[in-house]
Nanobody, 124 residues
Framework: QVQLVESGGGSVQAGGSLRLSCEAS?????MGWFRHAPGKEREGVAA????????YYADSLKGRFTFSQDNAKNTVYLQMNSLKPEDTAVYYC????????????????????WGQGTQVTVSS
């Protein structure tokens, strides 16, 4: 089982930035970030294909969030800029081996390993 540890969450004002980190005991081919806000369903934020570096983003977040990887550290990052109050949520890192044609990168059910989550709070 893959162990995932997220860090980097916190409280910022609107317009600010945060960088989330997810350290993995080992990678699976796809690593993803999801978020869960109170009263809302869990939402796919972004994913990366570790083998080729291809990245995928929720359409509403393109241009503000950037997914990157540091293979030497087995760590993936989510750089979040121009944060908005609606970005407030618990952010989770997930790992999957199943190909993306199984439901798409945003299909949380195909991620088999999850971190504990890190809280991001954006105030107006």
């Amino acid at each position: 089982q893959v162990q995932l540890v997220e860090s980097g969450g916190g409280s910022v004002q609107a317009g600010g930035s945060l960088r989330l980190s997810c350290e993995a005991s080992q990678y699976k081919q796809y690593m993803g970030w999801f978020r869960h806000a109170p009263g809302k369903e869990r939402e796919g934020v972004a994913a990366i294909d570790i083998t080729v570096g291809a990245t995928y983003y929720a359409d509403s977040l393109k241009g503000r969030f950037t997914f990157s990887q540091d293979n030497a550290k087995n760590t993936v990052y989510l750089q979040m800029n121009s944060l908005k109050p609606e970005d407030t949520a618990v952010y989770y890192c997930g790992a999957r081996a199943a190909p993306l044609w199984h439901g798409g990168w945003w299909a949380a059910d195909w991620y088999t390993d999850w971190g504990q989550g890190t809280q991001v709070t954006v105030s107006s």
